[in-house]
């Protein structure tokens, strides 16, 4: 296909317009899925054919060495083979060519450059240096200095708020100097400085670049705005190229913490009037349906240029919102809407996302029992993870204390300055010793050490103190992440955001300690009114890890199949699926609990929902859980605020808390097939569905505190077997056939534990008997305790979780 047959019949009228626009100044809105990068290539081969363009006279931007390279090669096509082609590639990589091109304009002709660990390494040094480790961490220095000049707060040095990061940033500065040595920002600040300062390079750059194309510009920073400034307008602030052309859409702005100003967008007509602007609204991605879903979402936010986007891609009943139990329900659900896919769509065309990388867990864990081969994009499998491993190893540890692997892993993180030459001397002796454990070889070993690493080895042998293989897995994690103060040294180690990412985890390892604890205590079916208490294996640390290695031996089976996909909504951006699931859709995680504080940051996270539906080609679903886990507490969740959002003429919203597991594929497989009804749908079964029908109603919510120590006074380390008993007042209900057949998932409620349950009474309460609340439905009590002469603390198990309450709130049933 010649060009011209291209132009005009490979692109639709406003793409057409995007390639052909004449002004000077031209900013392309091209929306999710309508063809942005085949209208940004086209124009650039536009140029070149069209108006004669000297290739090298062109110079495209872009974020990502991958998109660039897609560039390249679509550029290629059009110009046959031509050994002339433009400059595409980054901001960063373009501003290095200049910079070499012009060693007489920069401080020192031959220069390095330091990547990002480079950087955390000098810094760490100066830190070190200056003693200042206690007060700030290289990760988090390095981030702020990065942050200041991105933000151009560096041309004055009273500008930094910190008086702390000023120290680090001069001294940086003057040993990079001394070196010869760049960082990555400076690459962008040094090019922006010789545009600012040097007229006659500004001048030579203008006559050789004539015109700017810029790919992404939603994702461009403070500085890289100032930068396409200073190369395309005069001294006097006049356009002085032939044309500049800004590619993007602000709706898909995602990347503030890396830098992004969505308000670039918005600026950029007015920073280089006239511009012309050309709406390209038509997407080649998704359904109708789920097109005009995304719309009514994101019109709620301010910062951003009207569109609609539209497809000629008619259709019905693609969305579906379904309300779980708890968070282990929604993991179940999900795992079971696949299973449905499955028979009619390949693995890897089913995208999973949510918005941090905790939340995966759960999801993992339910797919690999219901052996569904899954990989992570951007990320690690959840027991891969750096924090969880190194936690593991310590596990590992106190179950067998001959474990060599582990021990190397655990005695030096945190850092205790024993260094690999003491590695080497440990296991020496050990291999002189094998019938040793570590704690008798360590005591060896402790004797001959100098005085600063002796005390390193009695505070790591320390947290193994009163720890035992038999005891419960989260009273033995929770000593380790206290007494090794692993909170602590992520945050001292890691910049903010990728330390609290790792705390994250480590709170979603204990989570699932605990779950593991409380689905071999009692049983969540409560209908099943003779078996409360299960003859399953006692819930130790020996047996939790048992069950973390059969996980990963299932999934190491799984690495050579078609694999669902697992992500942030952060890494989905630019992807697209047959069949997007969207979970954890309650206020606190998405929108995240962060970003309630400003309506900037809450449009951002609006964005961030939007990019997740418009990954959708064909089916989206979206999850909330009425409740999650977190510490062994219930805490109960109010439905994301985008969801009230959502039109429910094309939202079908489904309660599955109650469905039995029939029903719930059932369900699955006659959406997939096109068969539920054309008007929305609400399936509640013995569950009111006040949170369906008004989103916008206040909803009680527990509130949970920063549970960074958690303290197991409240009952013993050691697990009792768990044995079958009798439950009182429940014999006029029946269990449900099929409604809880996986244990694994059922519930997210921590069932109580079997000591705490006894034959005591008080006033005529006693453990075992069923009460009824007026919120919380029916439950059985496991612990009565004297509150007053009158009345009494019950520890009762409900469905949604254990609750302490007043005995004078409940009534026996």
Known sequence: MSFDDFINSGLNNFQRQAVECDTPAALVIAGAGSGKTRVITARIAYLILKKYADPTSIVALTFTNKAAGEMKERIAKFLSGSKRLPFVGTFHSYCLLLLRRNPSLVPFANFSIMDSDDQVDLIKK?????????KISANQATYQLSTYKNNLLVRNMEEFVNPLIRE??????????????????????QVLQLFRKNEEFKKTFQQKVRHILVDEYQDTSHVQHELLKLMSLDSEKKFNLDSVCAVGDEDQSIYSWRGATVTNMLSFQSDFAPVKVVKIEQNYRSVKPILELANELIKNNRLRNPKNLWSDRPAKNRVVSAYCRSSEQEADTIARFIQACAKSKKLDEIAVLYRTHFQSRQIEEALMYYSIPYKIIGGLQFYERKEIKDLLAYMRLVANPFDKLSLMRAINCPSRGLGPKFEQELLDEWGKNPFLDFKQILELLKNDETNVKKLALEEFLNVFKGLEAKQFPAYCLENIVNHTDYYGYLRRNFDDREAETKVENVKEFINATLLYESKYAVTE???????VFEEQRTPTLENFLYEIALLQEKLEKTK????????????????????????????GVLPSSKSLNTNDELEEERRLFYVGITRAQEYLLLLNAYARNSFGQIVEQVPSRFLSELPTSLCYKVDVEKLHSVEVTMLWQEWIGGGLDTQPIVLTFGRSNRLLSNLNEPVEMVRQAN???????ARPAHPEPCRRKPVEGFERFRKKSNEYPHKEFESASPKPSVESISERSYGGWKTGCAVRHDKFGQGVVIKVEKASEKDFYLTVAFKIGQKKLLSSFVKRV
Not at 126 to 134: A, F, P, R, V
Not at 525 to 531: T, V
Not at 565 to 576: F, N, P, R, S, V
């Open 168 to 189: 680090i940033y001069q001294e940086y500065e003057s040993e990079k100097s001394e070196a010869h040595c760049l960082d990555f920002d400076d690459l962008l600040f």
């Open 525 to 531: 079916a409560f209908d099943n009114l003779e078996a």
């Open 560 to 587: 050579d199949v078609a694999r669902v996909q697992l992500m942030t909504l952060h890494a989905a951006k630019g992807l697209e699926f047959n069949t997007v699931i969207i979970s954890g859709l309650n206020d």
């Open 707 to 713: 549970h960074e120590r958690v303290h197991y006074t």
């Open 126 to 134: 100066i830190i070190n240096k200056n003693g200042l480790q206690k």
